[in-house]
């Protein structure tokens, strides 16, 4: 017994020796790596499948890139011909750069597709790896971070921009299609020991991933206006609350009551009888003004079923619908100065009603309400113009908003809200901007002018115009980031 333990002082003392003298033998071996990484809390990446996985074609990846990850990733590859893509829950980065670009290589070389899933995490030498993709896309509560480098006593950008040290990183960019500009972004972004979580404009801009960040846009109003949701008729349209639902649970918005869907009751103006309605409200507390408001507001019902016959309303109003949903997960992401507040409003085609009762039985005192934003129908036009209505009665907004627009391919006009203009419908009581309007609170619609599908069952999304729809919630997006960062007497 007494040798045994003579033998491990010894050993142990002699690897406290190698880590204090000699840590760059820990360092450039994969065994002194997990040594490190496990004396740090930390995980060396792993390749895994899921328990009780039946298909191998998706194999799952966690952990810190490392020098073993190389001849991990062959082996995995080697023994499952049959994977496709590589689902990265969990990649803080690497600790070796050198094996994790050539890892990445081997992850091109067999054409495999990365993605990022729900509230998973890719930073660093992980976000690298992500891009060796042949398809990449990432999950939209899903982070993907970058940050400059280091060595020593150095950091990235005190070396000139033609210098070796720069070079490997150019040309694994240029190898995977990436733009240069990116790797420049990446080092301006944040410094070595922070991390940069890239935005969607971000992502866009460098061509991240292979599909567009505005997919999940258009699939969502593709899904909310298809048949399986029943036309979404007020009382008839679950299907559409628990996915609004869902989506806020999913970014976690916070809840203004003890849910998010928060009922009521109106008078059916048709059959004078009482009925209920459904609004699935939650909100982003603000940074600066957490209780200064900004109500972003569409309305998810449609017309429903009538004579057997499906009204889909994929402009009106899955359109407004998809992109309040776009702009929650965007502002979940991105915390505003001002707590804004998403409000999917039910029996709007019967009056108007959720919007009233909103505002009739508010959870936020109305006085704090600083602007409501309603989109209503903004997914087709066949001059390319949307209306921003509302900036005749509250001229404070209009300059914010056209200097958004400069940046737009839109035809952007303004109107619809002067009552003394006869050439056009007056549009400040048509939607649910109504309600909010008539106490005097600030709104601004964006929508269109009505087309021959209006209310017809040939709206459907299949007639939609995604450029067009993509640059009205791109316009919206940008006019209340610039309001909300600089609002008009925000400290009243």
């Excluded at 940069?196 to 801009?205: A, R």
């Excluded at 056209?402 to 009552?419: C, E, F, I, Q, R």
């Excluded at 017809?456 to 939609?464: C, L, S």
């Amino acid at each position: 017994m007494k040798k045994i333990g003579i033998f491990l002082v010894i050993v142990i003392v002699v690897l406290a020796a190698i880590v204090f003298f000699f840590p760059q033998v820990l360092y450039s071996s994969a065994f002194g790596q997990r040594i490190l990484m496990k004396m740090e809390g930390e995980q060396v990446a792993e390749f895994y499948y899921k328990e009780n996985q039946v298909d191998k074609d998706t194999i799952y990846m966690k952990g810190i890139i490392y020098a073993n990850t190389l001849e991990d990733i062959k082996q995995a590859f080697d023994a499952n011909p049959e994977i496709t893509t590589l689902v990265m829950e969990e990649v803080p980065g690497s600790i070796d750069d050198e094996v994790n670009l050539v890892a990445s290589q081997e992850i091109r070389k067999n054409n495999i597709n990365t993605y990022i899933p729900e509230n998973g995490m890719v930073a660093s030498g992980g976000t690298d790896m992500f891009l060796a993709g042949k398809k990449r896309a990432v999950h939209p509560t899903a982070k993907l971070g970058v940050h400059s480098w280091s060595g020593g006593d150095q950091v990235a950008l005190d070396f000139p921009r033609d210098h070796e040290e720069h070079k490997k990183y150019l040309a694994y960019y240029t190898e995977m299609n990436i733009p240069l500009d990116f790797y420049w972004y990446t080092l301006e972004a944040a410094p070595a020991d922070s991390i940069h979580w890239m935005t969607i404009e971000e992502i866009e801009k460098y061509n991240i991933v292979t599909t567009n960040p505005y997919s999940k846009l258009l699939d969502t109003q593709k899904q909310l206006a298809s048949d399986a949701f029943k036309g979404r008729g007020t009382g008839n349209n679950k299907e559409a609350q628990d996915l609004i639902t869902s989506y806020f649970n999913e970014i976690g918005l916070q809840k203004l009551r003890d849910n998010y869907s928060i009922p009521f009751t109106f008078i059916d103006e048709k059959t004078k009888k009482e009925r209920e309605g459904i609004n699935i409200v939650g909100y982003v507390k603000g940074k600066t003004y957490p209780n200064k408001y900004i109500v972003i507001g569409a309305h998810y019902d449609h017309l429903g079923i009538v004579n057997d016959t499906i009204y889909n309303g994929a402009d009106d109003n899955a359109s407004g619908t998809s992109a309040l949903l776009f702009l929650a997960n965007h502002f979940s992401k991105n915390q505003p100065e001002h707590s804004i507040v998403f409000a999917a409003f039910d029996a709007e085609e019967l009056g108007l009603h959720g919007s009233k009762a909103f505002v009739n039985k508010p959870y936020i005192p109305l006085k704090d309400i600083k602007l409501n934003i309603n989109f209503d129908m903004i997914s087709r036009n066949p001059k390319n113009e949307i209306y921003v209505v509302g900036t005749y009665p509250f001229p404070e907004f209009k300059t914010t908003i056209a200097t958004a627009a400069k940046n737009s391919s839109l035809t952007v006009s303004y109107g619809h809200d002067d009552p003394n203009d006869k050439t056009k419908d007056y549009w400040m009581y048509s939607s649910d901007n109504g309600p909010f309007f008539q106490k005097e609170i600030p709104n601004i619609t964006f929508s269109e002018e009505d087309h021959p599908d209006y209310h017809k069952a040939t709206d459907d999304y299949e007639v939609t115009n995604p450029d067009f729809y993509i640059n009205v919630v791109k316009l919206i997006k940008a006019s209340i980031e610039s309001i909300d960062q600089k609002f008009p007497n925000s400290k009243s």
